[in-house]
Protein backbone atom coordinates (compact mmCIF):
# COMPACT_ATOMS: atom_id res chain seq x y z
CA UNK A 1 0.00 0.00 0.00
CA UNK A 2 1.56 3.21 -1.24
CA UNK A 3 1.00 6.84 0.76
CA UNK A 4 -1.92 7.72 -1.43
CA UNK A 5 -3.87 4.66 -0.91
CA UNK A 6 -2.62 5.14 3.02
CA UNK A 7 -4.22 8.71 3.28
CA UNK A 8 -7.50 7.71 1.51
CA UNK A 9 -8.35 4.77 3.58
CA UNK A 10 -7.44 6.84 7.22
CA UNK A 11 -9.56 9.40 5.34
CA UNK A 12 -12.78 6.91 4.90
CA UNK A 13 -11.76 5.73 8.60
CA UNK A 14 -12.11 9.44 9.93
CA UNK A 15 -15.34 10.74 7.88
CA UNK A 16 -17.55 6.78 9.04
CA UNK A 17 -16.20 8.18 12.57
CA UNK A 18 -17.75 11.24 11.99
CA UNK A 19 -20.91 9.80 10.42
CA UNK A 20 -21.69 7.63 13.35
CA UNK A 21 -20.43 10.61 15.87
CA UNK A 22 -23.12 13.03 14.29
CA UNK A 23 -25.79 9.88 14.34
CA UNK A 24 -24.97 9.66 18.21
CA UNK A 25 -25.60 12.75 18.53
CA UNK A 26 -28.56 13.25 16.59
CA UNK A 27 -30.20 10.53 18.29
CA UNK A 28 -29.56 12.14 21.86
CA UNK A 29 -30.75 15.18 20.70
CA UNK A 30 -34.06 13.58 20.02
CA UNK A 31 -34.17 11.82 23.04
CA UNK A 32 -33.79 14.55 25.16
CA UNK A 33 -35.95 16.94 23.24
CA UNK A 34 -38.66 13.98 23.50
CA UNK A 35 -38.11 13.64 27.42
CA UNK A 36 -39.15 17.42 27.84
CA UNK A 37 -42.64 16.52 26.56
CA UNK A 38 -44.07 13.52 28.31
CA UNK A 39 -47.20 15.14 29.13
CA UNK A 40 -49.77 13.92 26.62
CA UNK A 41 -53.80 14.59 26.82
CA UNK A 42 -55.88 12.32 27.81
CA UNK A 43 -58.46 10.40 25.91
CA UNK A 44 -62.07 10.30 27.65
CA UNK A 45 -63.80 7.14 29.36
CA UNK A 46 -65.90 5.24 27.33
CA UNK A 47 -68.85 6.40 29.17
CA UNK A 48 -68.34 10.10 28.68
CA UNK A 49 -70.70 12.23 25.88
CA UNK A 50 -70.54 11.25 22.64
CA UNK A 51 -70.20 14.86 20.62
CA UNK A 52 -67.37 15.57 23.78
CA UNK A 53 -65.68 12.10 23.04
CA UNK A 54 -65.63 12.87 19.12
CA UNK A 55 -64.10 16.47 20.10
CA UNK A 56 -61.26 15.55 22.36
CA UNK A 57 -60.08 12.69 19.94
CA UNK A 58 -59.89 15.07 17.38
CA UNK A 59 -58.33 17.68 19.79
CA UNK A 60 -55.88 14.80 20.29
CA UNK A 61 -55.16 14.45 17.10
CA UNK A 62 -54.29 17.71 16.45
CA UNK A 63 -52.30 18.29 19.65
CA UNK A 64 -50.05 15.20 18.66
CA UNK A 65 -49.30 16.70 15.47
CA UNK A 66 -48.39 19.72 17.08
CA UNK A 67 -51.13 22.20 16.18
CA UNK A 68 -52.14 23.41 19.10
CA UNK A 69 -54.44 26.24 18.29
CA UNK A 70 -56.32 23.55 16.85
CA UNK A 71 -56.15 21.33 19.37
CA UNK A 72 -57.00 23.96 22.09
CA UNK A 73 -60.17 24.96 19.73
CA UNK A 74 -61.12 21.00 19.45
CA UNK A 75 -61.14 20.82 23.49
CA UNK A 76 -62.67 23.95 23.85
CA UNK A 77 -65.47 22.11 22.45
CA UNK A 78 -65.31 19.33 24.32
CA UNK A 79 -65.77 21.31 27.00
CA UNK A 80 -68.83 22.88 25.50
CA UNK A 81 -70.20 19.66 25.56
CA UNK A 82 -69.38 18.56 29.18
CA UNK A 83 -67.79 20.47 31.58
CA UNK A 84 -67.42 17.90 34.32
CA UNK A 85 -64.49 16.10 32.55
CA UNK A 86 -61.28 16.38 34.58
CA UNK A 87 -59.46 14.92 31.58
CA UNK A 88 -61.04 17.93 29.26
CA UNK A 89 -59.71 20.62 31.59
CA UNK A 90 -56.00 18.74 31.39
CA UNK A 91 -55.89 18.45 27.62
CA UNK A 92 -56.88 22.33 27.60
CA UNK A 93 -54.22 22.78 30.07
CA UNK A 94 -51.64 21.37 28.16
CA UNK A 95 -52.69 23.38 24.79
CA UNK A 96 -52.37 26.72 27.30
CA UNK A 97 -49.23 25.36 28.35
CA UNK A 98 -47.83 24.95 25.09
CA UNK A 99 -49.12 28.32 23.77
CA UNK A 100 -47.03 29.85 26.63
CA UNK A 101 -50.27 31.04 28.89
CA UNK A 102 -49.60 29.95 31.66
CA UNK A 103 -52.08 31.85 33.71
CA UNK A 104 -55.31 30.24 31.90
CA UNK A 105 -53.01 26.54 31.95
CA UNK A 106 -53.12 27.44 35.86
CA UNK A 107 -56.82 28.29 35.72
CA UNK A 108 -57.26 24.37 33.90
CA UNK A 109 -55.06 22.59 36.07
CA UNK A 110 -56.62 23.75 39.12
CA UNK A 111 -59.92 22.38 37.27
CA UNK A 112 -58.90 19.37 35.94
CA UNK A 113 -57.32 18.61 39.70
CA UNK A 114 -61.26 19.65 40.56
CA UNK A 115 -62.83 17.03 38.54
CA UNK A 116 -60.37 14.22 38.36
CA UNK A 117 -62.45 11.72 39.30
CA UNK A 118 -59.91 9.97 41.11
CA UNK A 119 -58.08 9.71 37.64
CA UNK A 120 -54.18 8.96 38.49
CA UNK A 121 -52.94 10.42 34.89
CA UNK A 122 -54.49 13.67 36.19
CA UNK A 123 -53.41 13.27 39.87
CA UNK A 124 -49.48 12.14 39.36
CA UNK A 125 -48.44 14.63 36.47
CA UNK A 126 -45.46 16.29 37.03
CA UNK A 127 -46.90 19.23 34.85
CA UNK A 128 -49.97 19.68 37.15
CA UNK A 129 -47.67 19.58 39.65
CA UNK A 130 -45.21 21.92 38.82
CA UNK A 131 -48.23 24.87 37.59
CA UNK A 132 -50.01 23.72 41.29
CA UNK A 133 -46.85 24.34 43.41
CA UNK A 134 -47.82 26.23 46.52
CA UNK A 135 -51.41 26.89 44.73
CA UNK A 136 -54.86 25.29 46.57
Partial sequence: MNQKQSIEVMENYFQEKMKTTLLIL????CIFSCAKD???PLILPVAAEPSAKMHNDAGILHYRAGHYEDALLRFMQAYAADK?????YFNIALAYHKRGETEKAL?????A???ADGNPKIL????LASYLKGKN
Wanted: glycine letters at 4%; charged letters at 20%; zero cysteines.
Fill in 26 to 29: FLVA
Fill in 38 to 40: LES
Fill in 84 to 88: TAGEI
Fill in 107 to 111: ENFQS
Fill in 113 to 115: RKY
Fill in 124 to 127: ASPL
